[in-house]
């Protein structure tokens, strides 16, 4: 059972956020596995991003990425979280700067536990994903007209 959600407002004129989640109730049964009986959890998966513009030329943006913790038949993963940071200066319609960081706070982190009667058992992955970049973007064939600072990376 899943309620997704997804909203964008506007909090004043350069700030707005966007909100999206899906709560959930799983159910797993591993007995079949030598773990007994019915295993439950709940849990949000959640994606959150706040924008600000506070010039026509400029703009930063800040995204939050959750995935809850996941039951297995034998045991659960950890949930991962994940922050992201940017910002972007237009020169021109054709010349813009970029400054990022993805994985601000170095949260891909996953942790696997395996528990059974006869064994028990504990994976960690830690993936250095932080990545930090800057740099120049020319577009070329642009006519030089005012555009909108848009910019993605994977949020």
């Known amino acids: 059972m899943s309620r997704p959600a997804s909203t964008v407002k506007r909090l004043a004129t350069p700030l707005s956020y966007s909100i999206s989640g899906n709560a959930f109730y799983s159910e797993i049964d591993g007995t079949a596995l030598g773990t ?31 995935n809850d913790s996941r039951l297995t038949p034998q045991g659960n993963i950890s949930a991962i979280n994940i922050v992201n940071v940017g910002y972007k200066h237009n020169f021109s319609a054709a010349l813009s700067a970029v400054a990022m960081v ?4 170095n949260g891909q982190k996953t942790r696997r536990v395996v528990s059974t009667p006869g064994l028990t058992q504990v994976y960690e992955r830690i993936t250095n994903g932080r990545v930090v970049f800057l740099g120049l973007n020319y577009a070329f064939g642009v006519e030089d007209k005012e555009s909108s600072p848009q910019f993605d990376y994977d949020s």
């Open 36 to 66: 007994p009986g019915l295993k439950s959890t709940t849990g949000v998966n959640l994606k959150a991003r706040l924008d600000y513009r506070p010039t026509a030329r400029d703009s930063a943006r800040l995204t939050l990425t959750r």
């Open 102 to 105: 993805s994985d601000l706070f």
